[in-house]
């Protein structure tokens, strides 16, 4: 950030010559070893009596200066601050006229080498928790296991419901989901985990024994094929421990201090990282210096008011993927709601309670899951489904229908196997063909209904429309029912 800072200066104040870039390493007298940047340029130069200046904050040579080459006048002042965070010195050797070299020294010695070992017993499960929706006892404490290692504790849970309990109750660091669960199947799980604006952003690392769909897209999942090793665990934890050290970072611009103190409390429960300014000015340098996921300003500020602030930052950096909250002492008026709509924001009253400032800071509702092209086309995505045909032929060409849809097919020719099938597995839904030898096909949705507890939708195939050839199944337990041969239309809106 130092480099970039000056390099970007000398590029912009340079318009013949050059600008150079040299880097030294030096024993300095009483000081021990520094390593030297120095940025020279053949600009315009800066006169002596200005060295000081143009380190202060919101500071050019002249209002002349601020016209013809632009910038904020911040980042000279942001260059000098981490050297001096970082014990080190930065200085000004130029002439007006006659181009300008800044110097930086930063103090540095040799890192001692030591072996890599995972956090100590002390800490081992007191740092943030981990849900682990796994119906596998072994693989489950594996990765408690190595969670503990790197200071993480878990909470598991052996069926998909249980784990939406338990999404519901608590907040997690991340979640590792099984897809396939002995009662629902995993990607309803994730689907809902997804829907619920608590959760954004949360990693989700998925297990699964079949590879990687092609089309399958979400920036917050990961995908771990089944037998998962013990390096994949390791890069797992520590990906999530380098995310622990640096959380997202929330912008706090308030005026009133009980105010500030409590909203810094509470947003800091929600596991972000809280920056807090009291005046614009302090906002504006914090924003220029770092990151943010979420700005939340206060309208009524004393040098100038929050939108104006908002303004200025979105020229120092967009905003188009920062979540605002203004809040305000007044309604706002609609000129300034206008204004605030130009951003991802939200206008609270400081007389709503804390709950309404939780609801702001979920992403809007159209983005609040991402939707890829592909799951706009299907939006069934990866949902299995148990298809019951006595023929080949019908199994593959209902199959190739439900592929178009984006749905797993697992096939059966038999009541006897499509009970074992739905005995090993879990599904979202069933179709089962009321021809199957010997009435099967009511019998089977019979029994899946009383005898296995089946809560999936189940649809009967049959011969005809006629009511002799549906109200059997449907008096059995089906939900619906389609005509054979299948159309592609028909099953798209089912």
Not at 143 to 160: D, P, Q
Not at 367 to 392: A, D, F, M, W
Request: aromatic residues 6%.
């Amino acid at each position: 950030q130092i480099l970039r800072n000056l390099v970007t200066n000398a590029l912009k104040f340079t318009e013949q010559g050059s600008v150079q870039i040299h880097v030294s390493h030096r024993v300095a007298d009483g000081e021990g070893e520094v390593l030297r940047f120095e940025v020279r340029d053949t600009g315009i130069g800066i006169a002596e009596d200005q060295h000081e200046r143009i380190f202060l904050a919101f500071q050019q040579i002249d209002g002349s200066t601020s016209r013809r080459y632009g910038g904020t006048g911040l980042g000279l002042a942001i260059a000098r601050q981490l050297t001096e965070v970082l014990g080190g010195k930065i200085w000004l050797e130029s002439a007006e006229g006659s181009g300008a070299c800044f110097t930086v020294d930063l103090p540095v010695g040799q890192a001692p080498v030591t072996e890599f070992r995972p956090l100590s017993s002390p800490g081992r499960g007191r740092g943030a928790s981990v849900l682990i929706i796994e119906d596998d006892a072994e693989l489950v404490s594996t990765i408690s296991e190595v969670g503990l290692a790197h200071g993480f504790s878990s909470v598991s849970c052996a069926t998909g419901q249980e784990g939406l309990a338990a999404l519901e109750r608590d907040r997690f660091a991340a979640v590792i989901l099984d897809i396939r669960l002995p009662d629902i199947s995993g990607w309803q799980v994730h689907r809902m985990l997804r829907a619920d604006g608590r959760h954004q952003g949360m990693p989700v690392y998925i297990l699964s024994s079949a590879a990687q769909p092609p089309n399958w897209v979400d920036d917050d999942s990961r995908w771990l094929l089944k037998p998962v090793t013990q390096p994949e665990l390791e890069k797992l934890f520590i990906e999530l421990a380098l995310q622990k050290v640096n959380p997202a970072r929330l912008l706090l611009v308030e005026t009133n201090a009980e105010r500030r103190r409590q909203l810094r409390s509470h947003f800091e429960s929600l596991g972000y990282r809280v920056i807090e300014c009291r005046r614009s000015e302090e906002a504006r340098l914090a924003y220029a210096e770092r990151s943010f996921v979420v700005l939340v300003i206060d309208f009524d500020l004393p040098d100038e008011n929050g939108l104006d602030l908002l303004d200025a930052l979105d020229r120092l950096r967009s905003l188009d993927e920062v979540r605002v909250v203004l809040t305000s002492n007044e309604p706002l008026s609609e000129k300034n709601l206008q204004r605030l709509r130009r951003y991802p924001s939200v206008a609270l009253s400081k007389t709503e309670g804390l709950e309404h400032m939780d609801d702001a800071l979920r992403p809007a509702a159209p983005t609040s899951v991402t939707v890829t092209k592909n799951e706009q086309e299907h939006p069934t995505l990866g949902q299995r489904v148990l298809l019951v045909v006595p023929e080949v032929r019908s199994i593959y060409a209902i199959s190739a229908l439900l592929d178009e849809q984006g749905l797993q097919v697992v096939p059966a020719m038999t009541a006897v196997e499509a009970l074992k099938r739905f005995d090993e597995d879990a599904f979202d839904m069933a179709l089962i063909d009321m021809q199957l030898p010997n009435d099967d096909g009511v019998a089977l949705i019979r029994q899946l209904r009383n005898d296995y507890g089946c809560q999936v939708p189940i649809v009967a195939l049959t011969a005809s429309a006629a009511p002799s050839e549906r109200e059997p199944g449907l008096a059995a337990g089906a939900d619906d029912w389609l005509c054979r041969p299948v159309e592609s239309t028909e099953l798209a809106v089912l």
